[in-house]
């Protein structure tokens, strides 16, 4: 099997950091794919296919994280998720004062 | 963050009778009124703002645990609670399980770094199955307190 090995920083642009939504959406996407996708901090390194895992980064806004895929599809996945960062998660930025 | 800075333990419920998503979160809303945490006058307006954020997507992290929350002005520093449904609640989780666990937090507008970290301590300790267990299957609030300052005393300070 060809397994690749493919990696890419990405930065938490939300302001309010990488909380639970954006965690879902995040673990949704990696099980999308076969490939093993890990999340990095300098800290820890933890599994991108789990809300619970990622969570314990507690990436505030501007944090900068390296996503890692390892397996056969390491490529579009790794593509897949940076670009969730790369569009903030489509987080709109509209304070909830209800 | 631990368990002790966000949690009202005479909020904590080891066997509520709620068998809806709102219905969980309107009891565990009036636990923190009770406990005198949240006035009784913000009941409506929070039980609304957290089912609008579980309209956004399910707060359900897996293993059988859920995690609604909300900003709320009426606030002023982070508060939360716990309560365990032994019969489980269909909350629409990632991973489809019921869910038995659920931390319910009210955090201020102005501190996304207090909610993360309370976050953060949460998914941490529940990594632990064996917590996350004992929890779920608690005989009353004052166990599930015990449970919680012990996870306190053994974790590492953050």
Redesign the interface.
Known sequence: MNEQVVSREVVVGMRQGLHARPADILAREARKWRSRIELANAAQRVDGKSILEVLTLAAEAGTRLVVEATGPDAREAIEAIGSLFDSNFNEQHVEDNS | MKFSDFVAVDAIRSNIDADTKEGVIREMAQSLVDAGSVAAGDLE?IV??IM?RED????G???G?A?P?T?H?SVRRLVGTVAVSHDGVDFES?DGEPVQLFFLLVSP?DR??D???A??N???Q??DESFCKQLKSAKGPLEIQHLLEEADSHGVAS
């Open positions: 307006s609304k703002a609008k956004l997507g399910s707060t992290i897996g293993r645990v995690v929350h900003k002005p990632l507008p996304p770094g909610h993360l970290r976050l953060e949460i998914s941490r529940l990594r």
